[in-house]
């Protein structure tokens, strides 16, 4: 009887404890559904829901997508800003292509595929056409400033200082000089190679408005043109009779490879460097850089944010001179464009 | 007598010079390809891995501990017995490969489809699929009816009652589709067990399939039943090893599971070649106990490129700190989306034009067009995307979607041609004994076509699939961005690929560090996950030609 008995609490005690064990298991391999709104829907056929519903400046985290293309001379400026900015706002995703300025505006910008597009050189009167034909309205923003930096051959002695004009004989497309003694007879009697950005660049746009003039004999096309930097690095360390120009910052990266040339704009020579282009003596070829984002993206807050931060960084000497190698902007400069950028957030959110 | 004469100078000299000669040159010409490559990728790797900033000792540890034990059993079975050999390499090579592939879909489940989601879309087929085949196996409708019960059950699925009929029908939602119905349970197992429910277990019926080949069912079911206990387990104490359940139950799914199944099948189905089992145990127990020796002797590894914070970071303006993830998963989603648009265009094509064209000119124009439009540079497609999708369509430039869709179109007549061949190499008599029992020509294709082509289309996918996750050309056309730092969410965001990635590290950043180590390790991953895919599709071909 005694057994029975055991056996049977044993085996209601079995149960109570089994049952509370499952419970509690249960309980521990559950979690709350919220409805599976995190992360994306997976072609299920489920909610699409918008990106950019619920970002509102009630402390809420900013999220949504922002598409930057244009310049490949303000390109590393702008990635690293975007790294930074999607460090602090992990629900941003920010993409950059590097377009070209004339190719970014013609092909993303004023066709309102992108919300930002870099320029080096500011935007022409057909492009603003184009953009605003389709409804797209530009706001300028200068957001550094570059030193247009021509190079030559490290084993190049004869041409490490050019005056503009012998610079304008090189380049223009009406002498189109073939060897280094048609510029001027005491130089060698070598052909010139000639590397520079392709006629998407702004870089080009800026060389030609600086040097050549807008109204002058245009751009000679008998050039290796690219929208690679490095490969103008590459072209011109490769021969000792090479010439080449591009941005500031790709030059300093590669300043063992190849040597800068100093510019003569009638008071002497003076080398490319910040401090040069910071104080304006180093012409025609010092330039500012912009970026463009369009107004009716500024209604976005994540957008507008990014912008802020943009702006807010052009004083940034470690980033912008130490990182990506252009001048920063002054203190004076900087509110100037955060005042612009603020009337333009202005107006996109009336 | 005359011409017997200058038939004999006709003949010339005779010399084994000339013959030798030309045979070396005909192996110069074999090999010239493969040496330039493999010269150039061990310069890559050199460049990404670094093994020389090793220390001596750490070289010396993995190789007392790694080189000599695998080379030894290696050699040993090598020379005694092949099939074993064979079986061992087997194991290691299923390891490795799944591995990536569980790399892959972990990123996949972790960041861009979670959990609930995915069970959400797996049931709301599976329910309605279930549904159609229990009703055709129980009762005898005419195919019609079936076509007819099958687009209401699914459209039920879907969209539940009335769904966007609503407005049509003029009541409120009566009943929710499957998804929703999940999404608004307001409580629901944990993720990994949604995972287990909803992937681990149909990765399980897989498996049990294979096996089934080699043991019989019983055998098969348990092997796979304590497997599936295994991966329960792996996920419950993976939180103890710093591991997250999902990317554990994802990993043990796609890992163990079919490892453990392939050796237990192969050890009770061929004893003799058990022995070869010895060899993953070298390589992997060798590469365990000399990185626990490393550690405790304190040895210092190589400074490699590719390691875990390259593979799991996003780019960065410093190249030691940028990585390849954002594009590493938009080049699995591109695929997975290429695939999945390709496969069945391309299948079909090759079905139609094998089985049921008509030989005339029509049929044979298309023919050539086909193999012509798989010699159109990869470029032009990228302008087709641009202009048709992009420009035409109005989708954004750049998305998961057009890339995807532009991929697609490229490997499409690859698909369709390597289709083909794998549905002509099915012999004729087959089909002629299927149509003599009286089976129509859809039964044939059916029932004799597919399942004996189908190992030899799938290899021509995944070959064409492995072109297509190295084309950088079509991308650019596109608008795909040089950078992006988080993976898309969805078919409609943006997205970047390895190739790409590398090109821009290659192109638009001028620091050293970026070309000369970021590039290679980049290359690295790439390659790897090329060769990956490649050895999938050698191995399928070789298992069922």
């Known amino acids: 009887m005694t057994r029975d008995l055991s056996s049977g609490v044993s085996r209601r005690k079995f149960l109570l404890t089994s049952s509370a064990v499952g419970a509690a298991g249960l309980a521990g391999c559950t979690q709350n559904n919220d409805g599976g709104s995190s992360g994306g829907s997976g072609g299920s056929g489920g909610s699409d829901d918008s990106d950019d519903s619920d970002s509102t400046a009630t402390g809420q985290p900013l999220s949504g997508t922002i598409n930057i293309a244009g310049s490949s001379t303000v390109f590393p400026l702008s990635t690293a800003l975007g790294e930074i900015f999607q460090e602090d706002n992990p629900e941003v995703n920010i993409n950059v292509q590097s377009t070209g300025s004339g190719g970014g505006f013609a092909n993303f910008f004023c066709v309102g595929d992108t919300d930002f597009n870099n320029a080096s050189r500011p935007i022409k009167p057909e492009e603003e056409e184009q953009c605003s034909s389709n409804g797209v309205e530009p706001v ?68 030609i408005e600086s040097v050549l003039g807008e109204e ?14 490095r ?57 500012p850089l912009f970026t463009y984002p369009k107004v009716s993206a500024l ?27 252009y001048v920063p902007l002054t203190d004076d400069q900087q509110a100037e464009q955060m005042s612009t950028l603020e009337d333009a957030i202005e107006r996109a959110n009336d | 007598m005359a011409t017997e004469d200058r038939t004999i100078d006709g003949f010339g000299q005779v010399s084994r010079t000339v013959g030798t000669v030309f045979r070396y040159l005909l192996l110069a010409a074999t090999l010239i390809g493969i040496v330039a490559l493999v010269i150039l990728l061990l310069f890559v790797a050199n460049d990404a891995i670094q093994p020389l900033t090793a220390d001596p000792g750490w070289h010396l540890t993995f190789f007392a501990t790694l080189v000599v034990p695998t080379l030894a059993v290696g050699g040993y079975l090598a020379s005694r017995n092949q099939s074993a050999a064979a079986v061992g390499v087997g194991t290691i090579g299923l390891a490795v490969v799944t591995t990536m592939f569980a790399g892959g879909l972990s990123l996949i489940f972790v960041d861009i489809v979670d959990s609930i989601t995915w069970a959400a879309a797996v049931l709301t087929l599976a329910v309605p699929t279930a549904a159609v085949v229990a009703i055709a196996r129980v009762s005898n409708r005419s195919p019609l009816e079936l076509l007819a019960v099958a687009v209401i ?59 089934r080949q080699l043991v019989d069912d019983r055998t098969a079911t348990a092997i796979v039943a304590v497997g599936l ?167 954004p430039s750049g998305t998961v979607l057009v890339g995807g869709a532009t991929l697609a179109l490229l490997i499409l007549p690859i698909v369709i041609i390597s289709s083909r061949e794998a549905i002509r190499s099915v012999p004729n008599e087959l089909r002629q004994a299927s ?8 039964q044939t294709v059916k029932n004799v076509i597919l399942p004996r082509s189908f190992s030899g289309v799938l290899t021509g996918t995944i070959l064409a699939l492995g072109r297509a996750i190295g084309e950088t050309a079509p991308l650019i056309m596109i608008g795909a961005p040089d950078v992006l730092f988080s993976l898309p969410a969805d078919l409609s965001s943006k997205v970047s690929a390895m190739p790409l990635q590398v090109f821009a590290w290659s192109s638009l950043y001028a620091t050293p560090e970026f070309y000369q180590r970021a590039v290679p390790a980049g290359v690295v991953v790439l390659v790897s996950v090329l060769l990956s895919m490649n050895s999938v599709a050698i191995v399928l071909r070789n298992k069922f030609e």
């Open chain 1, 299 to 325: 209604s976005e807050d994540h957008i507008a944010e990014y912008a802020r931060f943009f702006v807010e960084n052009t004083t940034n000497q470690d980033l912008v001179a130490g990182d990506v190698g």
């Open chain 2, 153 to 211: 059950l699914y459209y039920v699925s879907l969209f539940g009652v009335p769904g966007p009929l609503r407005s049509v029908v003029g009541t409120g939602q009566l009943l929710p589709g499957v998804g929703s119905a999940v999404a608004s349970i307001p409580v629901l197992p944990v993720d990994w067990m949604l995972l287990f429910a909803t992937f681990t277990l149909p990765v399980a019926v897989v498996v049990r399939y294979y096996a």
């Open chain 1, 216 to 229: 002058g004999p245009g751009h000679r096309q008998d050039y290796s043109g690219t929208e690679q930097d």
């Open chain 1, 140 to 207: 300028e923003l200068t957001v550094a400033t570059d030193a247009l930096t021509v190079i030559v051959n490290n084993d190049n002695d004869w041409a490490t200082e050019l005056t503009v004009d012998q610079l304008a004989d090189l380049w223009s497309a009406e002498t189109q000089p073939q060897q280094w003694s048609d510029v001027n007879s005491d130089w060698p009697d070598q052909d010139i190679e000639l590397f520079g950005p392709s006629d998407a660049s702004g870089t080009y746009d800026y060389f």
């Open chain 2, 435 to 442: 149509y003599g029992m009286g089976a129509t020509r859809w």
């Open chain 2, 229 to 395: 206990v295994a991966v329960a387990i792996a996920a419950t104490a993976a939180p103890t090893a710093g591991i997250t359940p999902v990317p554990a139950t994802v990993l043990a799914s796609v890992v163990l599971l079919p490892t453990m199944t392939y050796v237990t099948t192969t050890a009770l189905s061929r004893p003799h070649d058990r022995v070869g089992l010895a060899l993953p145990g070298a390589v992997f127990g060798g590469s365990l106990l000399g990185a626990v020796a490393v550690r405790t002797l304190g040895y210092a590894g190589p400074q490699a490129w590719v390691d875990w914070q390259f593979l799991t970071s996003a780019h960065s303006r410093n190249a030691i700190d940028a990585g390849l993830y954002p594009a590493i998963g938009g080049s699995i989603l591109l695929m997975l989306t290429v695939a999945v648009l390709s496969f069945p265009l391309g299948v079909g094509a090759a079905i139609y034009l094998e089985e049921y064209a008509p030989d005339n000119k029509l049929t044979r124009l298309i023919d050539v067009n086909i193999s012509n439009l798989a010699g159109v540079p990869s470029v032009v497609y990228g302008l087709l995307g641009l202009g048709v999708f992009v420009r035409y369509f109005g989708q």
């Open chain 1, 231 to 287: 490969t103008i690095v590459q072209g011109v360390e490769g021969s000792e009779y090479a010439i080449g120009y591009l941005g500031f910052a790709y030059y300093t990266e590669n300043s063992d490879r190849v040597q800068a040339v100093a510019i003569d704009d009638g008071d002497g020579p003076v080398e490319p460097s910040l401090e040069t282009a910071r104080t304006g003596e180093y012409t025609p070829l010092s330039r």
